[in-house]
């Protein structure tokens, strides 16, 4: 008699908790389905849009501050015939700013191979030649970013960005 009564409680408080968890489950996907009005929807479209903008111009900002970076080393070079330690806090800085314009741009981590490479493939084993190749590499992904817009993916902009990482990665690799 009491294994019957508790038997069939159980079985009730079961059936009553899955009843409570489908009408709760309802309420959750009437709540998703229920429209917006519409100023809240464009008010949102445009915050998302002026996002989008504001992305795409640092986005811009990071490739003019790489261009300028690996300038500002490529003269320091020049006149000091080696880098000092503020040029490797500036390789340290476009490091960061190559693999945020990458990410950015929808492209993955590649650990490759650390030695660089100039455009025809040849090993660039003069740090002379990695510095020079560096600027002309920052202005050039400067240059495909500015001929894209906010739509866009540019693959020879992320190509540049790998091309600078490997650069960097080639400069760092020759200070130790």
């Not at 899955?18 to 429209?35: D, F, P, T």
């Not at 202005?139 to 993916?153: A, G, P």
């Not at 600078?164 to 400069?171: C, W, Y």
Request: charged letters at 35%; glycine letters at 4%; a positive charge.
């Amino acid at each position: 008699m009491i294994y019957s009564f508790f038997r069939t409680f159980f079985i009730s408080i079961v059936c009553g908790a899955a009843l409570v968890a489908g009408a709760s489950a309802q309420i959750e996907n009437l709540a998703e389905k229920e429209e917006l009005p519409k100023s809240i929807k464009e008010s949102l479209v445009k915050s998302r849009i002026d996002r989008e903008k504001k992305d795409f111009q640092e986005l811009l900002e990071r490739g003019d501050e790489a261009a300028k970076l690996s300038g500002e080393l490529d003269k320091s070079f020049a006149e000091n015939k080696r880098l000092t330690a503020d040029d490797f806090k500036k390789i340290e800085r476009l490091e960061k700013l190559s693999k945020k314009i990458r990410e950015e741009l929808g492209a993955s981590d590649s650990t490759g191979e650390i030695s660089a490479t100039n455009s025809e493939g040849e090993k660039i084993s003069s740090m002379p030649d990695a510095v020079d190749k560096l600027k002309n590499l920052s202005q050039k992904l400067s240059d495909e970013l500015r001929k894209t817009t906010r739509y866009t993916i540019s693959a020879a902009a992320i190509q540049a960005s790998n091309a600078v990482l490997k650069i960097v990665r080639f400069i760092r690799q020759g200070k130790n």
